[in-house]
């Protein structure tokens, strides 16, 4: 890791500070080499540099790289100083389009108010005042019939339907401290996002299981029943190497028009994405099904610190990896592994 020198001066001292420069990871490789033993450290490493270049190079925040690494960051061992930097980048934007700035879009409002929430949850487990406006602002451009005009980028399973960002609404109020979901900020947009949810069926078995990972915050989602069959419908798609692979999770056609393998090999956003959802639903940290995926997490880490999973829409850069890492960390902290 290199070091740049940025120009920001304190108030009260007037000097200059170096923020570190993170060299950004090699491309993704299926055939890369994997580490002999896992290292929060190294996912951390990994995910700070693809994050923080994303920041820095696009200033925006997408749901499968920075998203994600802000939603990691607490659960790793030591608190990283990228995704530090990446939060006070929401925070920033916040503040711009609160006192007059123009959001880059819909999508991006709820991108922000999820990443904060998610974040006050796992570190103060106090809600921000500006994840309370992030929040707030939500609701305004909320869609009458309760969901968001969401990124249509033909980038399964995160940019391609307005679904997607209705169930990650849910989480964000769901998980947001001090009983967000309760006020009266929240109380309207929440009855017509509910209503939303309740009548449209989820497009595929990702969304529902994000559907099941919302439930599990906000509770009157689903009924019990469904909540455990989704539960079973996502344990018997469990590889015998005890992964899951994303292709698995819908029907994906690629952009080349050919469909994904169902019965692909077990990959990381597939497992540490299931794995999570399948521990804030309730599944035991010793069931069979978490034990057997923890083993495939830990057997599976890349030298680089990711976990790898091959892009459902080309064969370009595999962005779906850095989420997949993300809630590889998530998971692996689900299940009490550090």
């Known amino acids: 890791m290199r070091s740049l020198l940025l120009f920001c001066l304190f108030p009260a001292f007037g000097f200059a500070v170096e923020k570190p420069?993170?060299?950004?990871?090699?491309?993704?490789?299926?055939?890369?080499?994997?580490?002999?033993?896992?290292?929060?450290?190294?996912?951390?490493?990994y995910l700070d540099a693809v994050g923080v270049n994303w920041t820095r190079d696009r200033q925006c925040m997408t749901c499968h790289t920075n998203m994600a690494h802000v939603m990691a960051g607490p659960a790793l061992p030591t608190a990283n100083a990228g995704w530090k930097e990446v939060r006070t980048f929401l925070e920033d934007d916040v503040k711009s389009w609160s006192t007059g700035g123009k959001p880059k879009?819909?999508?991006?409002?709820?991108?922000?108010?999820?990443?904060l929430a998610f974040t006050d949850a796992r570190t103060t487990g106090k809600l921000h005042e500006l994840t309370k406006v992030a929040l707030d602002r939500m609701w305004t451009v909320q869609l009458k019939t309760g969901e968001w005009n969401w990124l249509k980028c033909e980038l399964s399973p995160l940019e391609h339907d307005d679904y997607y960002g209705a169930v990650l609404a849910a989480v964000?109020?769901?998980?947001?401290?001090?009983?967000?979901?309760?006020?009266?900020?929240?109380?309207?947009?929440l009855a017509k996002l509910k209503g939303y949810l309740k009548a449209t069926p989820a497009p595929d078995?990702?969304?529902?299981?994000?559907?099941?990972?919302?439930?599990?915050?906000?509770?009157?989602?689903?009924?019990?029943?469904?909540?455990?069959?989704?539960?079973?419908?996502?344990q018997k798609l469990q590889h015998a190497d005890g992964g899951w692979c994303l292709p698995s999770l819908g029907n994906y056609i690629r952009r080349d028009k050919t469909p994904n393998d169902?019965?692909?090999?077990?990959?990381?956003?597939?497992?540490?994405?299931?794995?999570?959802?399948?521990?804030?639903?309730?599944?035991?940290?010793?069931?069979?099904s978490i034990l057997a995926g923890v083993k495939w997490l830990k057997a599976n880490q890349r030298e680089s610190g990711r976990w790898y999973t091959r892009s459902l829409n080309n064969d370009k850069a595999h962005y779906i990896t850095n989420?997949?890492?993300?809630?590889?960390?998530?998971?692996?902290?689900?299940?009490?592994?550090?």
Request: proline residues 4%.
């Open 21 to 45: 420069d993170y060299d950004p990871p090699k491309p993704t490789k299926s055939d890369e080499a994997k580490v002999a033993i896992w290292s929060a450290a190294k996912a951390g490493e």
């Open 105 to 115: 879009g819909d999508a991006f409002i709820v991108v922000n108010a999820v990443a």
């Open 172 to 189: 964000a109020v769901g998980i947001a401290p001090d009983r967000y979901a309760e006020s009266d900020a929240a109380k309207v947009g």
């Open 205 to 234: 078995l990702h969304h529902k299981a994000m559907l099941l990972w919302a439930n599990s915050l906000l509770k009157d989602l689903m009924t019990d029943d469904d909540a455990k069959a989704t539960i079973v419908e996502l």
């Open 262 to 288: 169902k019965a692909a090999p077990s990959d990381g956003y597939g497992t540490g994405f299931t794995l999570f959802v399948l521990r804030q639903a309730g599944v035991a940290q010793d069931d069979k």
């Open 323 to 338: 989420a997949g890492t993300a809630f590889c960390v998530l998971a692996l902290d689900a299940c009490g592994e550090k």
